[in-house]
């Protein structure tokens, strides 16, 4: 592989779709229709930046960052680092931001996508390189760099950052469940050798919305309803967060067209209404249930939860051959019973001056011992990464 030389861009749409979306093929989380949407519906507005590791003429490697200032990032970064002494922390003006962010908003894995097709010694080359000029920037504008929502498979993304000294801390685990089978009765089977009765509460679970007059089904146009799901959006995120839900409207209107059959919305309806939705995002064997609303004035107690976030979706991959469905992150307990298992997630940092990574040290250490005793004791954490666990 000859030189590499890196460029950057503040908008997806300066780099060929298809030269992009070959750095991580049917990955829906690095898609360049993805990171468009991003930018097109998040609230604020992002301030992406993306790092282009050219050979050539050749794209071989990118780096999906953004200027992460106050705000929502703030919260959910500061959170997962200092957990309960977040509050104390913002009101003392302490915060890990303004920071530079690497990954996109809402995903697991694949912060820096590298063209497959390079043998491992010229991988490691383009992530080295991405990352000096990732630094460089960092260093000129006095920030720390921050990587979250690193996972097991991307070890060999982990041991570079390590390398370059960057801080680990383990972060609250991503829930997962493996669909290995034929039929849903096979699911059902599956829970019924782990519980004696889960899988009798499953289906009383199926019951109880179907007496309620509660149907789920995938909507084919979501652009049509995207007034009805951005309220029950809303209202689910300012009751559950105390805050506006920070996506647009347009996340709706826009999902087809950005995504095509990737991104599938489920809805449920009582009667003509619309009360409950759920957002998921699919790559050629993964799926990513990203957001789910409930309108609970309207539900109350009917078990719709269950219904639109675990039920109809397994069902859908059992019958659309997906592998896996990822569920996001807390209600361990609830996940496990229905099967889900744990996998370690990673958040790195490189601090902007040696007072700050002395500072980080014990704060990571402590953080990533609270959050392993935070998991109840039944669930199952796969680690997937212990030579490079911090």
């Not at 049917?26 to 301030?47: D, K, N, Q, Y």
């Not at 002395?358 to 704060?363: K, R």
Request: aromatic content about 8%.
């Amino acid at each position: 592989m000859s030189a590499v030389k890196i460029e950057a861009t503040e908008r997806i749409d300066d780099v060929d779709p298809e030269a992009w979306n070959a750095l991580a093929p049917g990955c829906v989380v690095a898609s360049h229709g993805w990171l468009r949407l991003i930018e097109e519906t998040s609230l604020p507005a992002p301030r992406p930046l993306y790092l282009l590791a050219s050979s050539g003429e050749q794209l071989v490697g990118a780096a999906i960052c953004q200027s992460a200032e106050a705000g929502p990032e703030r919260r959910s970064i500061d959170n997962a680092i200092f957990g309960r002494l977040a509050k104390p922390a913002a009101r003392l003006g302490i915060s890990f931001l303004p920071a530079w962010l690497c990954g996109a908003r809402s995903s697991l894995g694949v912060h820096l996508p590298i063209a497959p097709h390079l043998d491992a010694d010229a991988r490691t080359r383009v992530a080295h390189a991405l990352l000096g000029a990732l630094e460089d920037l960092a260093d000129a504008s006095e920030r720390p760099v921050l990587f979250r929502n690193l996972m097991p498979d991307e070890g060999g993304l982990l041991r570079v950052l390590q390398k370059r000294r960057y801080r680990l801390m383990r972060s609250h685990p991503a829930t997962y469940l493996d669909i290995p089978w034929r039929s849903f009765d096979g699911y059902l089977e599956h829970l019924r050798g782990q519980s004696r009765h889960m899988a009798h509460n499953v289906r009383k679970e199926l019951r109880r919305g179907e007496r309620a007059g509660i149907a789920v089904r995938r909507i084919e146009d979501p652009a049509v309803l995207r007034s009805e799901l951005h309220r029950v959006a809303t209202d689910h995120c300012q009751r559950l967060n105390a805050r506006p839900l920070d996506w647009s409207h347009e996340l709706f209107g826009q999902l087809r067209e950005r995504l095509g059959p990737r991104g599938v919305v489920y809805a449920a309806f009582k009667g003509t209404t619309l009360v409950a939705y759920m957002l998921q995002l699919r790559s050629d064997r993964v799926a990513y249930n990203l957001l789910i609303g409930i309108d609970r004035e309207v539900l109350q107690n009917e078990g719709t939860y269950f219904n639109i976030g675990y039920y109809a979706p397994i069902r859908d991959a059992i019958e659309d051959g997906i592998g896996r469905i990822y569920f996001g992150k807390a209600l361990y307990e609830t996940k496990r019973r229905r099967g889900a298992r744990l996998q370690r997630v990673f958040l790195a940092y490189r601090p902007r001056s040696r007072l700050a990574g002395a500072l980080a040290g014990p704060l990571f250490s402590l953080g990533s011992r609270w959050l392993e005793h935070k998991l109840p004791a039944r669930v199952q954490l796969d680690d997937g990464l212990r030579e490079d666990a911090p």
